[in-house]
């Protein structure tokens, strides 16, 4: 097993860090036992969550892989400084007026990326992909692409359909930090309606699969549609379920106001911008060959360090 000491600096940008560690080079023979897996992982201190600022230096001490609770080779972890992010935004075209009163944030929340960053905006109706803008380096461009919610017409396919299809989009991109910002109540009654009913659909299951093969980190927004926002807290349950299901098993977060439509996002992307400017793309040697589902752990000697990455992902 190979460890990996990390000191993190303010906000990443002075710190890069990607290099071989302690162990010789894997000979032919070792490669033939062995392939590369890159995931998502956020590092940062409970402390700065609770405080809504970062600190300056974050001492990560060792870091360890381990799938099925087998310990793994850490290759190189790729920062912020010299791997920059690439961001699909997702809006769900049939939530209440409320979000409009967010749009404006959203925006900002594009603009204040930082340079390198490229974003792609899409909306998602009745489980089909709009595209507004392309992945672009131009934030402005981005920015001024979000419009207005349609509103009203629900579909019940809900949004897992639309985030397979855009994460699709990031196979034209070169490997490294991947992020999805998912606007939406979650919501899926394709299997009926029940508090389960939203992530036990193929297109769920799907999202999530197709999330951790591509290494993408899914962040969601709960706001509610007018099929949530009826007054029916097994829907509204459902859909905060089944959006929390899908970040904690990419490696992202979900946020919720409550059951109710978020007064402001700005909380919300607080949270945010610490978890993206914290993000690595950590690349580490599987010794498990045979196809099936492996579960990751990530882990520092540091107790005050927190790290959110990837429950697992299905080798096929």
Same mark, same amino acid.
């Given at each position: ?6 000191? =993190?600096?303010?906000?990443?940008? &002075? ?7 302690? *162990? ?16 998502? =992982?956020? =590092? ?76 792609? &905006?899409?909306?998602? /109706? ?5 595209? /507004? ?32 299809? *855009? ?8 490997? %490294? ?21 939203? @992530? ?6 799907? *999202? ?33 379920? *089944? ?11 979900? @946020? ?6 978020? =007064? ?27 196809? %099936?589902?492996?579960? &990751? ?20």
């Amino acid at each position: 097993m190979r460890t990996f000491t990390l000191s =993190i600096g303010f906000l990443l940008t &002075v710190l890069t860090v990607q290099y071989s560690i302690l *162990a010789q080079e894997p000979t032919s023979r070792d490669r033939q036992r062995v392939r590369t897996v890159t995931i998502p =992982i956020s =590092i940062y201190t409970k402390k700065e969550l609770r405080e809504d600022q970062t600190s300056e230096i974050i001492q990560a001490d060792r870091l360890t892989v381990k799938e099925n609770k087998e310990d793994q080779t850490i290759l190189s972890i790729r920062s912020v400084s010299n791997t920059p992010l690439a961001l699909a935004v997702l809006i769900q075209d049939d939530l209440t007026g409320n979000i409009n009163l967010q749009l404006r944030d959203i925006a900002k929340f594009i603009t204040g990326m930082p340079k390198g960053t490229r974003v792609m &905006v899409a909306y998602i /109706r009745g489980g089909t992909l709009q595209i /507004r803008q392309k992945f672009t380096d131009d934030l402005e461009k981005a920015a001024k692409s979000i419009r207005i919610v349609s509103g009203a017409g629900a579909g019940s396919n809900g949004p897992y359909a639309g985030v397979a299809d *855009a994460l699709k989009r990031f196979d034209s991109l070169p490997a %490294g930090r991947r992020a999805v910002l998912l606007v939406s109540d979650g919501v899926d009654t394709s299997n009926g309606v029940s508090a389960a009913s939203s @992530f036990q659909s193929v297109d769920f299951d799907r *999202a999530v699969t197709r999330a951790q093969k591509m290494s993408v980190a899914i962040y969601s927004f709960f706001t509610p549609t007018s099929l949530s926002d009826s007054g029916s807290t097994q829907l509204t349950l459902g859909g905060q379920g *089944a959006l929390n299901k899908l970040s904690e098993e990419t490696g992202g977060r979900a @946020f919720f106001q409550g059951s109710l439509a978020p =007064i402001s996002f700005d909380p919300f992307f607080r949270d945010l911008n610490i978890l993206l400017g914290r993000q690595f793309a950590l690349t580490y040697l599987s010794t498990n060959m045979k196809k %099936g589902y492996y579960k &990751v752990e990530v882990a520092s000697t540091n107790p005050e360090i927190k790290i959110e990455h990837p429950k697992g992902y299905y080798h096929r």
